[in-house]
Nanobody, 124 residues
Framework: QVTLVESGGGLVQAGGSLRLSCAASGRSFSRYTMGWFRQAPGKEREFVAAITRSGVNTRYADSVKGRFTISRDNAKNTVYLQMSSLKPEDTAIYYC?????????????????WGQGTQVTVSS
């Protein structure tokens, strides 16, 4: 069992930056591929980024490539999402999730554990 708690969301102007954190409790955080997803009002939840257990491999949605960076600190049981050059269309609730897999996956169904989400609002 893994419990995930996101933090770091807020209101930021377009072009600004935010860093989201996701703290995991429970055993064996380093066994999980970690992902970030987001859901904008009236839209389906979508994949943002993922990182493998060791942090060596990462994967990004095309819409955030070059602007967002996912990283993890296994000693702190925490995964991060550094967001830069934010756009109004990045406004969404951001969720972190854990998958007991070896590879980076963008499929929601692969993730067994989810956080409660943190709101990110980007003003124009």
């Amino acid at each position: 069992q893994v419990t995930l708690v996101e933090s770091g969301g807020g209101l930021v102007q377009a072009g600004g930056s935010l860093r989201l954190s996701c703290a995991a409790s429970g055993r064996s955080f380093s066994r999980y591929t970690m992902g970030w997803f987001r859901q904008a009002p009236g839209k389906e939840r979508e994949f943002v980024a993922a990182i493998t257990r060791s942090g060596v491999n990462t994967r990004y949605a095309d819409s955030v490539k070059g602007r967002f960076t996912i990283s993890r600190d296994n000693a702190k049981n925490t995964v991060y999402l550094q967001m830069s050059s934010l756009k109004p269309e990045d406004t969404a609730i951001y969720y972190c999730a854990a998958a007991n897999l070896l590879w980076c996956t963008s499929e929601e169904n692969d993730y067994a554990y989810w956080g409660q989400g943190t709101q990110v609002t980007v003003s124009s």
